[in-house]
């Protein structure tokens, strides 16, 4: 297989992470020829790397030691250290760029925030906080669209070190309230509805029940979208004018590691977990992900799709911390068409975006060729994230969008970052992530916990990173905590993936370990299975389980939806299988393969395999999954009433 992009002499020279690389061999005297051996030496030398991040950035003075107590979980960064993750977005303003660019479904225009109104916005939102008396620690919860006011209100949030925590408006009530109830907020900052997919959605009757559970909020601040009144509450032209004012927001210094926000798991099995991040470990490694990594910078435009319920939110706004303008866009990516997002791309003269290979996949099976339909000359990087990207995508966009790097990135909502991905003087391969990230010490273990290469394995990570969480909410002697990533390995992060380090140092992601299909001992990862079958015209989308049976049996039924005017032949399931057998594995050709009438997610696009699974071994469907955590609860009912073979 030959690389699908790889740098040039010049590509590498002006990378910002050549320069950094440079930095650290001044330091330390390392010898540092290439990206891997710059990666070995961060994760070998982990103290010195977070530091030299520290100073290379000019993020300001530390207390002390920067990592006295290594041991996870536990790890203790920066003790001492006060700082505030705002300071850094203020550092970064300009009057040449805008910081943000609004784009809607209903306009084809784009609204411009300069740097001087987002900071007075933030600034203003900071005052209207202190006079609710917010104050450090309390939290500010978020009902919100990927709007402007939605930065602003985070940064302002912040500013006065009180902990943000936000969902998106495509939540219920319900769903909203599982997670956000679970803070005690003291304000609410909503929108009164938004346009999706050419509708509109009107959530005046969400805010309600919103409001009605939760009894401890003191104020209700509303952005209106629609026109829609919601009574007594304040106009968020009251509480954040970004027209005047305070030019610079008044910040909080806290501690290094005082929450900055609250992020949540999917919550399928149960009341979803509440995972808080601090502001340093946060901004330690955006600034990392966001400007090494992915080397933006302040001539960017950094575009991701995403939602306030998602972490790669919290990630775009990093953007911000390396001087870049983001771009938020509350609408459908298919509407009206299906290259949508190609479309705004080139609108706002984006050199950054970020996608999902069920996105791309799409746009393939549209026939879109985005190269040709749209202006993508300001276009340098593509972004995928959300679940492996298939070889066969990864070519599509170097022959369809353009000949620029693809950084397929995996990580979590855990870390609020990555693990893998790209990087700007690496080669790109297609179906992989080109390295592990720099100062994340990446490993693939067996059952027993030792290393394997060329061979698929547990993703674990044996050294802290600054963003691993600094606690679950509401888990106060830490179990919670360490049973989710610490029960398999002692001492070291399992993170729940199976992945496969290859010779040149890339990264293959085969999905999640708990939905492993495990055929006569022969274990596969369910996304080799999909990027085989989703290719096929007819199939719009698929979903495979491995269920082991009280029988000791092992049934293995493939789910396809398909494509419109598309049938269930015994043709179509012979070309099924043949795909499978010789692209994947001969053994894993499913037991049957069923039409569906859609595939079941979370609620940020994960297919529902462990839930689905545990149906079909015969668990109690009440007890299985949160229905509001799932993006068509109603499926679950079409789902329970499968059985396998030997029980119909």
Sequence with gaps: MEPQWVPTERDIADARITDFARFVAARSGAELPDYHALWRWSVDNLSEFWL????????GPIAGEVLPCPEMPGTRWFPGTTLNYVDRVVAQARTDRPAILQVTEDSAGVVATSWAELLAGVAAFARTLRGLGVRPGDRVVGYLPNITETVVAFLGTAAVGAVWSACGQDYSAKAALDRLGQLEP????????????????????????????????????????????????TPWSAAADLSGGEPLPETETVDFAHPLWIVFSSGTTGLPKGI???????????????????????????????????????????????????VC???SPAHPRPD???????????????????????????????????????????????SSLPPASALWLRDNAGNVPVASISGGTDVVSAFAGGAPTVPVWPGELSAPYLGVALDA????????????????????????PIRFWRDPDGARYHDAYFDAYPGVWRHGDWITLTGRGSVVVHGRSDSTLNRHGIRMGSADIYQAVERLPEVAEALVIGAEQPDGGYWMPLFVVLAPGAELTDALRGRINEVIRTEVSPRHVPDEILPAPAIPHTRTGKKLEVPIKRLFQGADPARVVERSAVDDPDLLDWYSGIRPPAQR
């Design 445 to 468: 273990y067996d059952e027993v916990g030792q290393p394997v290469r060329g061979e698929v394995g547990e993703l674990v990570i044996t050294a802290p990173m600054p963003s691993m």
């Design 52 to 59: 030299a991040v520290w100073e290379y950035f000019e993020l």
């Design 329 to 331: 866009y509350d609408g």
């Design 276 to 326: 808080v991040h601090g502001h340093g470990g946060v901004l330690l490694e955006h600034v990392k992900a966001v400007a090494l990594q992915s080397d933006i910078g302040p001539e960017d435009t950094f575009f991701w799709y995403t939602s306030p319920s998602w972490m790669m939110w919290n990630f775009q706004v990093a953007g911000l911390l390396a001087g870049a303008t983001i």
């Design 340 to 386: 949508t997002l190609w479309e705004i791309t080139a609108r706002t003269r984006a050199t950054v975006l970020g996608t999902s290979p069920g996105y791309v996949l799409g746009c393939m099976k549209a026939g879109a060729v985005p190269r040709t339909d749209h202006d993508l000359s300001a276009l340098r990087l593509i972004g995928i994230t959300g």
């Design 186 to 233: 003291v304000v609410l900052v909503t929108a009164d509805g938004y346009r999706y997919g050419g509708k509109t959605h009107d959530k005046s009757a969400d805010i309600a029940a919103l409001r009605a559970g939760l009894d401890t909020v003191r104020a209700t601040v509303v952005v209106s979208r629609l026109g829609v009144g919601i009574p007594d509450s």
